[in-house]
């Protein structure tokens, strides 16, 4: 298993506004996994991307990847307040049975 | 159904003490996982197991041990609890598909060693 990085470490944002958040890895993937981390709270699953996908969608979240890049990132549009959380990604390569994940980004959306 | 749930919730030890971690899954999952999240930090593995009866080491299993002898359960112990152990403990599971498909955490055990 790699490790994805999250950039950037911290985002503050104002409601109504889109969350760009970004994701690096080094080695070739099946696919990779967005996680969401509210405080104090297990991680959830967000989507999943496969490696001959370039883009997904799932309500209000639009995730690209771009294998020649080894980066994904996650948008949210029209950011709640509720969407205050940490944000982590895990390439997953052969063999995924192991997530790695990364010290995520961590959205701060104010009222 | 419950999901993937854990106990207990929140644990005080002294050094050298010892506990074990319970958690349970109800979804007939293959593949369960122990992480440990430490402040600033993201989720470390610490052991794993593919599926009933087995298990393996993760990036961080010094000073643990697990067991999954039932399908439904997978236990995580600690014999000689440390302060560099205190942490919060999540657990996950997910379905045997091998491609690796998303993983269902539970809410956490929060444990600090003095």
């Known amino acids: 298993s790699q490790q994805g990085e999250e950039d950037p470490q911290a985002l503050s944002i104002q409601e109504g506004e889109n969350a760009t958040m970004n994701c690096s890895y080094k080695?070739?993937?099946?696919?990779l996994q967005w996680y969401r981390q509210n405080s104090g709270r297990g991680l959830v699953h967000l989507i999943l991307?496969?490696?001959?996908?370039r883009e997904k969608h799932s309500g209000r979240l639009r995730v690209t990847l771009d294998t020649s890049k080894k980066s994904s990132s996650l948008l949210i549009t029209a950011s709640r307040a509720a969407d205050t959380a940490s944000y982590f990604c895990?390439?997953?390569?052969?063999?995924?049975?192991?997530?790695?994940f990364g010290t995520g980004t961590q959205l701060k959306v104010e009222l | 159904n419950a999901g993937v749930t854990q106990t207990p919730k929140f644990r005080v030890l002294k050094t050298g003490q010892s506990m074990t971690l319970l958690c349970a899954q109800d979804?007939?999952?293959?593949?369960m996982y122990w992480y440990r999240q430490d402040p600033g930090m993201g989720l470390r593995l610490i052991h794993y197991?593919?599926?009933?009866?087995?298990?393996a080491k993760g990036e961080v299993p010094d000073g643990y041990n697990v067991s999954r002898l039932k399908k439904q359960n997978f236990l995580l112990g600690l014999e000689s609890a440390a302060p560099s152990q205190t942490s919060v403990y999540f657990c996950?599971?997910?379905?045997?598909?091998?491609?690796?498909?998303?993983?269902?955490f539970g809410p956490g055990t929060r444990l600090t060693v003095l």
């Open positions: 197991s593919v599926g009933e009866g087995t298990t």
């Open positions: 991307i496969r490696s001959n996908e």
């Open positions: 996950a599971s997910k379905t045997g598909t091998g491609d690796g498909g998303e993983q269902f």
């Open positions: 979804m007939n999952h293959e593949y």
């Open positions: 895990a390439p997953v390569g052969g063999g995924g049975n192991k997530l790695t």
């Open positions: 080695t070739s993937i099946n696919n």
